[in-house]
């Protein structure tokens, strides 16, 4: 195990950079850049470790739901709807690695998790052309926004948002 871990080397970059550095230059552009990337380092500090199990859960949620909202509309009028998106769907962890990611399994995770992300958008704006009051549509319309709110609710434990966290404890399943 590395010794001290990135969170506790970044925290102290940070302190370091807050307590000795910033005090020492002129208020202005530098300041303000310096400022802007002490939050950027804090921000790292307290996600660095979350990324992984975030992405992972996200890929999970999403795969997850779009094979429900497939299924809902398989057994309706709309079933022809998205035929052509369930190849994308198999598909959506092939492809390559995102760059600036080191470790290969999350840099592939990272990659399926956008490509999902475009599935679910593509998804709903079929969805947005058709009835709403469709009982199937209306099921598929309610399962993306329940996905979206675990989603903005899982961003908000990740990023660090305390207040969201604490609610989000409640809502989703760590």
């Known amino acids: 195990m590395l010794l001290p871990n990135p ?6 970059v940070s302190a370091t950079l807050t307590d000795a550095v910033l005090p020492e230059l002129q208020r202005g552009s530098g300041y303000r850049q310096l400022k802007a990337a002490i939050h950027v380092i804090k921000r790292l500090q307290r996600t660095w470790d979350l990324y992984h199990a975030h992405v992972h859960k996200d890929n999970e949620d999403m795969l997850g739901t779009l094979h429900q909202v497939f ?5 309706s009028c709309h079933g022809s709807l998205l035929a052509d998106l369930r190849p994308k769907l198999a598909d ?3 492809g390559q690695a995102m760059e600036g990611i080191n470790d290969p399994d999350l840099a592939r995770a990272s990659q399926a998790n956008l490509a999902l992300q475009a599935l679910v958008c593509e998804i709903e704006e079929r969805l947005t052309g058709l009835d709403g009051s469709d009982s199937k549509v209306a099921e598929c319309r309610n399962l993306l926004s329940n996905l979206y709110r675990r989603m903005v609710l899982r961003d908000s434990v990740y ?8 609610q989000a404890t409640r809502v989703l399943e760590f």
């Open 7 to 12: 969170g506790k080397l970044l925290s102290a």
């Open 71 to 75: 299924d809902v509309l398989d057994g």
């Open 92 to 94: 959506a962890g092939e």
């Open 159 to 166: 990023v660090g948002d305390t207040a969201v966290a604490k």
